[in-house]
């Protein structure tokens, strides 16, 4: 059951932490410094994790994963959050699990939640397809990348 959906993703290889507890599998987040329920998008978001601190080399320490924020009244959560040094909102990420379609909803959603957040940019994934926005909030749209920049501090 739990082999189905712990399928290679298209990010490079991982290691990770699992255990069983009250028949449910359990991932550990190094971020959230706990143990969680492994879902198909928790396997997404736990890739995105390693991708964000060891490939491109973010600072886990400016990382929040899985916050409430408040959209026109209504309580969301967003995925994952790089924050800058200054405490400004450098990426926000959305994960799906991977039998999801990545769609248009699915930028309106990070779009709608970047309302909110400001971000300078965008990651939207579902494990097998990744795709990356830079914000123009001069013209009021967002510029596809081929990558995210690295750290750079």
């Known amino acids: 059951m739990f082999l189905c959906f712990m399928q290679k993703l298209n990010f490079p290889e991982y290691s990770f932490r699992f255990k069983n507890s009250e028949n ?18 928790e396997w997404v978001r736990q890739h995105v994790l390693q991708f ?15 916050k409430q924020l408040l959209l026109h009244g209504t309580k969301k959560r ?6 800058n040094p200054n405490g400004s909102i450098f990426l926000i990420v959305e994960c799906k ?5 990545i769609t248009q909803d699915t930028f309106d959603q ?21 795709f990356y926005c830079q914000m123009d909030y001069e013209n009021e749209r967002y510029v596809f990348l081929r990558e995210l920049p690295p750290n750079n501090s």
């Open 52 to 66: 964000l601190t060891k490939d491109k080399k973010y600072a886990p320490a400016l990382l929040n994963v899985e």
């Open 97 to 101: 699990a991977p039998n999801i379609k």
């Open 110 to 130: 990070i779009a709608r939640y970047n309302l909110v957040t400001q971000a300078e940019y965008l990651m939207v994934t579902n494990g097998w397809e990744h």
């Open 24 to 41: 449910k599998r359990l991932i550990f987040d190094s971020i959230r410094k706990k143990f969680v329920i492994l879902t198909p998008e």
């Open 78 to 83: 967003y995925d994952v959050v790089v924050f």
